[in-house]
């Protein structure tokens, strides 16, 4: 006879609740994971900024093929630090994810979980890449023009470079899902017996 059991509720309060607090407890593991992010994003609003200033004075981009190549190559940097933090945080959480799933924890928990905090740190490092990164930008351009010249333009197309801050942040949040999704599956897949005698 089977039992026909209601599948496990899981609230997002509670996901968030959980994120943060595995944020908390692993405090300098999320910092070097943030790091890689505001720097990737960093480089590559820095370059955009530069680009849509020198556009602005000048009508001209001033950016070589070479340096988008630079962006590309540094994305991609970030992307593999993420996945490499996150693995490093899957196998130190065995024992852990092995009780969760072991009181009923399902495997879409686990992987909403681990995205959950991916998200958290994508936020963050996109929001403070993002800001860094057009500062910047911004600052390059005072060397070539005076900052009585930059700054009616630059307040001129405001919204311009609060489209380029939402751009930025929105590639660092989907970069950091994109290298969390191989652990959290990682994460999800793990045997619960195996888990729990898993030694570090």
Same mark, same amino acid.
């Given at each position: 006879m089977s039992l %026909? +059991? $209601?599948?496990?509720?899981? $609230? @997002? #309060? %509670? =996901? @968030?609740? +959980? #994120?943060? #607090?595995?944020?908390? !407890? !692993?405090?300098? !593991? #999320? =910092?070097?994971?943030? @790091?890689?992010?505001?720097?990737?994003i960093a480089f590559m609003s820095a370059l955009l900024t530069n680009s849509l200033t020198l556009g602005l004075m000048r009508a001209e981009t001033g950016v070589e093929a070479y340096q988008y190549w630079l962006v590309g190559i540094s994305l991609i940097v970030c992307f593999g630090g993420i996945t490499n933090s996150m693995l490093m945080a899957v196998n130190e959480r065995v024992k852990e994810i092995g009780v969760y799933k072991c009181i009923g924890g399902l495997d879409s928990h686990i992987v909403r979980l681990f995205i959950a905090e991916a998200l958290m740190l994508g936020i963050l490092g996109g929001t403070l890449g993002s800001f860094i990164g057009i500062s910047m930008g911004i600052a390059i351009n005072l060397n070539r023009f005076s900052f009585e010249d930059l700054y009616p333009v630059l307040m001129e197309n405001l919204s311009v470079l609060i489209l380029l801050f939402g751009f930025c942040l929105v590639i660092s949040v989907a970069l950091t899902a994109l290298a969390t999704f191989i652990p959290a599956k990682r994460a999800a897949n793990l045997s619960p017996a195996e888990a729990l005698r898993y030694e570090n």
């Open positions: %026909d +059991l $209601p599948e496990p509720h899981f $609230p @997002l #309060s %509670d =996901v @968030l609740y +959980l #994120s943060f #607090s595995n944020i908390r !407890r !692993r405090f300098f !593991r #999320s =910092v070097i994971t943030a @790091l890689g992010i505001i720097l990737g």
